[in-house]
């Protein structure tokens, strides 16, 4: 059902974390480590995000967009599917998902305006539109994703802690660098976010928690690998991870024929 | 068919699985293929299951995947229902980036349902049938819309009955292309610059109003129960065509017309809407006092039927007080109304005669289209005689003429020849007005235009003779 979790797609679909981070035999035999595997997925979800800036969609269509991306590397491998390509094409599938549908051609420009000096990133219409049909494949034609961010809402109005939304939501976006989506429930990495805004900024809030009647185990372990992710990875929002860095990994893929 | 000639080197392996029988249906979006399944352990006499199979065409260049497809594909892998149509698979074909939904496939229709009673059998449906399409129809309804789901299109072409079989009789809900998820106000349907048939569109949204709800769904289902009823649609309005988003007086006038002119005392949110508000085509001007929809649709006013009826066709959507009952009543209170709880009572197989020993109406089937592969391309071959499931005079192939006639007149010009047939004498007949016995066009005949040019053809051409039965592009 496309408005309840419960009986989505996306609910069948969920993980459990030690399928999501799982290097393809393909990657591996290039020499792609687990660690490098996780870095290519940060640095192409910030490569989503700052060409979602310049075509300006709505924060849910990259959230849908940074979802495809990663469902894609749960069943294909980054030496067949280039994330390069892949990356641009999830977002404009999300952006037609979405209903703010985004011209190929435009982001096409605006690859080319990001990616200027850089050969292996840019990608000509109708490669965008071949990687779509194959997107759809790869994704077995499940498009619906549901996020955190309308039960973060929810939950902050009901808790009465309003003031940290803005604080909250930069931390359910943080969360897209990282693979939680793809294993837990929306609502519960809403809750983590809030845990976290909660003891950051001095908010008790303790006895809410207590009569939602959730598994604090699971929020906290949530909690525990966003904080982990902040302390592993000090990456500028702004740039995304250091060009050093990500260049010898992605060097390890194949540049596109 | 079959001869692989075109694409036939990037023939994809997903093709072996179906036995094409037959193009359906064309429209804007593709074409509409019958197949079957094959089955998997073959034996003789063993048949896989009928499907459909809508082909999207790659939109306009640079376009990718047309958003019809993508809404489609979206919508229908989530959800499951009875009385919702089934996606049982996607596919595509990478060699010429076409792509494929396929559907399990129902015989009939209620556009064809309405027509063969009209045209052929000249009764009504009987109360048993009405009542059963009906609370179906609104059976899938409500689970579209307790899940969020609006499907912006109802009308009779896009509600599919099921042939014989084990669903015999049972309504799906077909054609998602428009259809959204509405957590959000949606935004009016011509942004998405799609048009739609407007006779059963909602009068809040004739008006101008810029979001949709589910009750638009509940009034195009108000208009098809009187149509089940009369065989006639309710509200026959002209379209005004005169730029991309026209104000549709004639629609509005034809419901005033019948339910008479809503009043501000009324209905308080009309002030604010767009075209009510700036009034240059003097809507306001209160013309029709008497409401007769009860005369139109030949039901007592005091009836149960008309009660539903006269609910689904309220004009007022939103509350002005918490318990006002005038408002338009919603797909969960409309199954519980009184009307489906009186005999005949409805059931699961529609078509059943009502009453034991009743004749059972025999419904066409719909005509196929033999000669056509799945690239849409008209086989060389002379075509085999009409199957089971062919339709009398093979009028399909007249259809697909026109088209091929460019790329090879070759075989445009042996089908005329060999093929020569009534339906294609009037299908051109009937565009030229030139059908001086009003002779019923077939189906299958010019069945290729969309169904806007085909009405404005129909409005020109034979005038007050058929006054705009349009031929309704196929489905499926």
Request: aromatic residues 8%.
């Amino acid at each position: 059902m496309a408005a309840n979790f419960w009986t989505s797609s996306h609910c069948k679909q969920l993980l459990d974390p030690e399928d999501v981070d799982v290097v393809p035999a393909a990657d591996r035999e290039r020499g792609i480590t687990p660690e490098e595997f996780r870095l290519v997925k940060i640095h192409m979800s910030s490569h989503i995000w700052r060409l979602a800036q310049q075509v300006k969609v709505r924060q849910r269509v990259i959230a849908t967009a940074v979802t495809y991306f990663r469902r894609v590397y749960t069943r294909k491998s980054m030496s067949e599917y280039d994330p390069r390509l892949v990356a641009p094409t999830c977002l404009y599938l999300a952006s037609k998902v979405e209903e703010s549908t985004v011209q190929a051609r435009l982001l096409v420009f605006y690859i080319k305006k990001m990616c200027g000096s850089d050969d292996k990133y840019r990608f000509e219409i109708k490669d965008i539109l071949e990687m779509e049909m194959k997107l759809l494949e790869a994704l077995d034609y499940y498009l619906v994703v549901f996020h955190p961010y309308r039960p973060l809402l929810q939950l902050l109005q009901d808790a009465g802690i309003t003031d940290l939304t803005q604080f909250a939501w930069g931390l359910v976006n943080d969360t897209y660098k990282m693979d939680l989506i793809l294993i837990y429930p929306p609502y519960m990495i809403a809750l983590a976010c809030i845990y976290i805004a909660s003891v950051l900024k001095d908010k008790d809030i303790t006895s809410w928690f207590e009569e939602l009647r959730v598994d604090m185990n699971i929020v906290k372990n949530i909690s525990m690998e966003i904080l982990d992710f902040y302390d592993t990875y000090k990456i500028d929002p702004q740039r995304g991870i250091p060009e050093d860095k990500i260049s010898p990994v992605m060097n390890k893929l194949p540049a596109k024929a | 068919m079959g001869d692989g000639r075109a694409g036939g080197a990037n023939r994809p392996a997903w093709l072996q699985q179906y036995e094409l029988i037959g193009k359906i249906g064309e429209g804007t979006y593709g074409l509409v293929f019958l197949a079957r399944l094959k089955p998997s352990h073959p034996a003789p006499g063993r048949r896989g299951p009928p499907i459909a199979i809508k082909k999207f065409k790659q939109s306009k260049e640079g376009d990718g995947v047309s958003p019809t497809a993508i809404r489609e594909i979206m919508l229908l892998r989530e959800i499951n229902h009875e009385n919702v149509v089934k996606l049982v698979n996607v596919h595509i074909n990478h060699a010429d980036m076409s792509l494929y939904l396929a559907f399990d496939y129902a015989e009939h229709d209620l556009y064809e349902i309405i027509r063969h009673h009209r045209e052929k059998l000249n009764s009504s449906i009987n109360h048993y049938t009405v009542k059963s399409l009906l609370w179906q129809l609104l059976n899938g309804l409500n689970y579209l819309h307790s899940n969020w789901i609006i499907h912006r299109d109802l009308k009779p072409s896009n509600i599919l009955v099921m042939g014989e079989g084990e669903e015999h009789g049972i309504i799906k809900i077909a054609d998602f292309g428009l259809a959204r998820i509405y957590q959000a106000p949606l935004k009016p349907l011509s942004d998405n610059g799609v048009v739609v048939t407007i006779w059963y569109r909602a009068p809040e949204l004739l008006l101008g109003g810029k979001h949709y709800t589910s009750a638009v769904d509940m009034w195009a289902v108000g208009c098809i129960f009187a149509e089940l009823l009369t065989l006639k649609p309710l509200f026959q309005g002209v379209e005004a065509k005169n730029n991309p988003n026209p104000f549709q007086l004639d629609q509005l006038d034809k419901i005033f017309k019948v339910l008479g002119h809503p009043t501000v005392e009324k209905w308080p949110t009309l002030a604010n809407l767009p075209w009510w508000q700036n009034d240059q085509q003097h809507i306001q001007g209160h013309k029709y006092e008497n409401p007769g929809l009860h005369n139109i649709v030949h039901l007592p006013p005091k009836s149960p039927a008309f009660d539903l009826l006269s609910k689904m066709l309220e004009y007022i959507i939103l509350l002005s007080s918490l318990y006002d009952p005038r408002k338009r009543i919603t797909a969960a209170q409309a199954l519980e109304h009184e009307y489906f709880r009186m005999d005949p009572l409805p059931g699961r197989n529609a078509l059943l005669p009502s009453q034991p020993g009743e004749k059972v109406v025999q419904y066409p089937v719909r005509p196929v289209d033999t000669t056509t592969d799945f690239e849409g391309t008209t086989s060389l071959q002379p075509t085999q005689p009409p199957s089971g499931n062919a339709p009398p005079g093979g009028q399909a192939v007249a259809r697909s003429m026109p088209r091929q006639m460019p790329q090879q007149p070759m075989v445009g010009m042996q089908r005329v020849a060999a093929g020569a047939n009534i339906a294609a004498f009037n299908a051109q007949a009937g565009m030229a007005g030139l059908n001086p016995g009003n002779i019923p066009m077939q189906r299958g005949a010019g069945g290729q235009s969309h169904p806007h040019q085909l009405r404005r053809k129909a409005d020109q051409g034979m005038g007050m003779q058929n006054p705009g039965y349009p031929q309704q592009k196929r489905r499926f």
